[in-house]
């Protein structure tokens, strides 16, 4: 036996969502700003992955001509393998740290950026703005302002969307990228290998 809710004797308050005057503007320079640190993050790690992969690949090739080399019964010096690795380790550890300076400088950038655009946001009227914390969540600030900007100007969604395909592109390059680099290791490794027998 179910129970039924009986109707409420109090009709829908219907709850109207603020708006700002037509022709108030949708963006502001630092809302540009935040929209756009999303994509240099992605130039930022596109250029990190590029100066890490041949220091890799390389440190691969040595090893396995060491790997060579021992197959035909020549003793290798047990730091051989230690050795490349330091001769690589520069190489690797420049990537790493341009690419984290950048990507913290970036990071910051958005921060400030997501604050002087909520600042300037409440300058031009909007009653209702997303928070400038969620940058700290690097995409989403760009993301949740076009939604709540839109919702009371009628218009304002191009830092979203520059924020969704930013976040896509960086994506596809992750996973491109590590693939792509797995594949060239084996490619290394076959060549090198073939050459012994």
Do not use: C, N
Not at 66 to 81: D, E, F, H, Q, W
């Amino acid at each position: 036996m179910s129970a039924s809710v009986p109707p409420s004797p109090w009709p829908p308050v219907a709850v109207e969502q603020p708006r700002v005057p037509r022709g108030t503007p949708v963006y502001t320079a630092w809302g540009w700003v935040s929209a756009w640190t999303t994509v240099a993050a992605v130039a930022v790690s596109a250029v990190t992955m590029w100066l890490m992969t041949g220091p890799m690949l390389t440190y691969v090739r040595h090893v396995v001509e060491l790997s060579s080399v021992a197959a035909t019964g020549t003793r290798v010096p047990p730091g051989a393998v230690f050795g490349i690795m330091f001769d690589m380790m520069p190489g690797i550890l420049t990537a790493s740290m341009v690419g984290t300076i950048l990507g913290w400088a970036l990071y910051a950038l958005a921060i400030v950026a997501g604050y002087r655009d909520y600042v300037q946001l409440g300058r031009l009227g909007y009653p209702k703005r997303f928070h400038w914390a969620w940058s700290f969540l690097s995409p989403v600030y760009p993301i949740g302002r076009a939604v709540v900007v839109r919702r009371q100007a009628g218009s304002g969604s191009a830092t979203m969307w520059i924020a969704l395909g930013a976040t896509a592109a960086s994506l596809l390059l992750s996973f491109g990228w590590s693939f792509w680099l797995m594949f060239a290791m084996f490619d290394a490794m076959r060549a090198g290998l073939g050459t012994i027998a």
